[in-house]
Nanobody
Framework: QVQLVESGGGLVQAGGSLRLSCAHS????????MGWFRHAPGKARDFVAA????????YYADSVKRRFTVSRDNAKNTVYLQMNSLKPEDTAIYYC?????????????????WGQGTQVTVSS
């Protein structure tokens, strides 16, 4: 059983930055794709970013391109989401998710494991 634990959320002013981390407990981390999703009140869960097994392929939602960067450290079993130029509309609970495959996906149902989420609040 894989456990994912996010950290790094918090309250930040518009224009600020945060870096989220997600620690993966399993032995398969270095061979699977990872994704970040977010869920804002009253809205559906949205895809944010994904990274393939070795970091060679990354994919972003249009709303976060050029502001967010997804990366991973396979030696530390950790995936990161660097968020810059944050906007109030980025306010949401952010979740990391792990696939059972090495290729990236933007579809929530392609992911087998989910973290508990971390709150990001951006004030105007």
């Amino acid at each position: 059983q894989v456990q994912l634990v996010e950290s790094g959320g918090g309250l930040v002013q518009a224009g600020g930055s945060l870096r989220l981390s997600c620690a993966h407990s399993g032995r398969t981390f270095s061979s699977v794709a990872m994704g970040w999703f977010r869920h804002a009140p009253g809205k559906a869960r949205d895809f944010v970013a994904a990274i393939n097994w070795n970091g060679g392929s990354r994919y972003y939602a249009d709303s976060v391109k050029r502001r967010f960067t997804v990366s991973r450290d396979n030696a530390k079993n950790t995936v990161y989401l660097q968020m810059n130029s944050l906007k109030p509309e980025d306010t949401a609970i952010y979740y990391c998710a792990a696939r059972g495959a090495f290729m990236i996906s933007a579809l929530p149902y392609d992911y087998n494991y989910w973290g508990q989420g971390t709150q990001v609040t951006v004030s105007s």
